[in-house]
């Protein structure tokens, strides 16, 4: 079947903030991510100018010395969206690299009327709307609870900051949505087909690297959000209100499964498939090798060349069997497995800093060291 590889449907068209960025503003993933940085910092700055709130005074900790602020300005709020805008082409690019592989047989009229169905759910914008204005009045009740942090120094540094959850939550929302969605779109490309693995594929894949190279992109997304944890579970376990707000720490197993869900998701919709193909290529070697193996016995008493000649097949065989069984079953290598394990402890770092913290202030005091 020939495919149109310059075949796009162009699926940031059913998100309005996506189809705004792209088609009318022409931004790629790369430069809305640094205009956001460049933003939050003008914005920041601006904010923090007119209230006066650069410098820390008494009792009021200042822009310019507050690092929570300048991480989720500069650093996870700009790689959050940047993957926004990315989940709506990568997931194009992968079913367009399947379509032309020779691994499997596709229907792209048939992907294109699912792929487009799912994208166009209107539950999706609201979903993403509801959990943006959930977690925007959440920081926006809760901020001026936190001390030492400037965004709870005047009311308009808590608006800024209110305003940024909204955009940035609304965004991340339907990052979340597109990554679920994309695994349900792998798993119904794949379903019960019969996969042509490749077993000498330079990728160690066996033909089906972009499906590594996208789990591979998501366990780096699933590492920034680990670290936007983490820096909230500072936040509370310094601030010491870890027990009033117990249920932010509920996040922690909540993102573990995420995790695992968007890394493994894809990844497991073409084992199966890997799996069978294996199975089914070994099961026909050992039915031949069996034939031929019963068959070697009638040519005991035969010429010595025509026993050399069946039993070099079965030499054949054998070796053929145990190149086969060395096929892969999953579409990713052991470099691209160790390094979504290096993301998944994320979390727990601004916890232990946090923890660390709080223990070494406390015994400083209790041996009458006071701290500036």
């Known amino acids: 079947m020939n495919y149109d590889i310059s075949h796009k ?5 059913f998100d309005p903030v996506a189809y705004l960025v792209i088609e009318k503003f022409r931004l790629s993933p790369l430069t809305f991510g ?30 310019l010395r507050d690092w929570i602020p300048w991480l989720l300005g500069l650093f996870i709020n700009p790689v959050t969206l940047g993957y926004y805008l990315w989940s709506f082409q990568a ?16 229907d792209q009229s048939e ?26 009045t959440i920081v926006f009740i809760t901020r001026p609870r936190l001390e030492n942090s400037w965004t709870s120094s005047s009311l308009l540094a808590t608006l800024t900051i209110t305003i940024a959850t909204f955009a940035v939550v609304y965004m991340g929302s339907m990052l979340v949505l597109n990554l679920i969605t994309n695994i ?16 000498l594929h330079p990728d160690r894949c066996g033909g089906l690297r972009c499906l590594s190279d996208y789990s591979l992109q998501t366990a780096y997304l699933v590492g920034v959000l680990g670290i936007l944890i ?14 009033e707000l117990w249920f932010v720490h509920l996040v922690i197993p909540l993102y573990i499964l995420l995790s695992m869900g968007c890394f493994f998701g894809p990844l497991l919709a073409a084992h199966s498939g890997m799996k069978r193909a294996k199975e089914e290529s070994l099961h026909k070697i050992a039915r031949q090798f069996r034939a031929e193996y019963s068959g070697i016995y009638t040519s005991l008493a035969e010429e010595t060349e025509a026993f050399k000649k069946k039993s070099e097949k079965i030499q054949q065989l054998r070796a053929l069997y145990t190149m086969t069984d060395e096929l892969p079953v999953w579409p990713f290598d052991v470099k691209t497995f160790r390094r979504y394990l290096l993301t998944v402890p994320t979390p ?5 800093i946090g923890i660390v913290q709080k223990l070494l202030i406390n015994l400083l005091k209790q041996q009458g060291i006071k701290l500036g």
């Open 34 to 63: 640094l205009l956001a940085a460049v933003t939050a910092t003008v914005v920041y700055l601006f904010t923090a100018w007119i209230t006066d709130t650069l410098w820390s005074k008494q009792g009021q900790m200042g822009l």
């Open 184 to 199: 349900w779109i792998f798993y119904r490309i794949f379903g019960k087909k019969n996969l042509d693995i490749n077993p």
């Open 111 to 136: 992907i294109d009327q699912f792929v487009i169905n799912l994208y166009s759910k209107k539950w999706r914008k609201l979903s993403a709307l509801a959990s943006a204005i959930f977690f925007s």
């Open 9 to 13: 449907r162009n699926l940031h068209r």
């Open 348 to 352: 727990l770092i601004g916890s232990l």
């Open 230 to 243: 983490g820096v909230i579970e500072y936040q509370v376990i310094t601030q010491g209100i870890e027990k």
């Open 91 to 106: 997931i194009d690019k992968v079913i367009q690299e399947l379509e032309t592989s020779d691994v499997l047989e596709t």
